[in-house]
């Protein structure tokens, strides 16, 4: 599976964005989708997911102010963020993963990520 992102850029704090992310095909449906973020000299984390059934969870640090959203059919997964703050600067990452199972043997996870994309929010 591909997940190619799109959207990343330059704005100003208190601005908006949106991110893009489409799947490639795949004989076994995704599970989750949803975006990680990297910021400068910190580990990669969660910022949003949807899984399966349409839950979706967000960190608490964009709360209130990102909206992730997913296209079961076209499989893509969408970050809307509005009132950026320069702590959001970050490289965002697509993520997917997937349980196969092969007969009657162990369920096996494959997680895929995207390229990347970098946002930057100038204060």
């Known amino acids: 599976v591909h997940l190619v992102e799109s959207g990343g850029g330059l704005v100003q704090a208190g601005g908006s964005l949106t991110l893009s992310c489409t799947a490639s095909?795949?004989?076994?449906?995704?599970?989750?989708m949803g975006w990680y973020r990297q910021r400068p000299e910190k580990q990669r984390e969660l910022v949003a997911r949807?899984?399966?059934?349409?839950?979706?969870g967000y960190a608490d640090s964009v709360k209130g102010r990102f909206t992730v959203t997913r296209d079961y059919g076209a499989n893509t997964v969408s970050l809307q963020m509005r009132d950026l703050q320069s702590e959001d600067t970050a490289v965002y990452y697509c993520?997917?993963?997937?349980?196969?199972?092969?007969?009657?043997?162990?369920?096996?996870?494959?997680?895929?990520w995207g390229q990347g994309t970098q946002v930057t929010v100038s204060s």
């Open positions: 949807v899984g399966p059934g349409g839950d979706t």
């Open positions: 993520h997917a993963d997937q349980y196969l199972q092969y007969g009657q043997g162990p369920e096996i996870r494959n997680d895929y």
């Open positions: 095909k795949s004989q076994f449906r995704l599970n989750a």
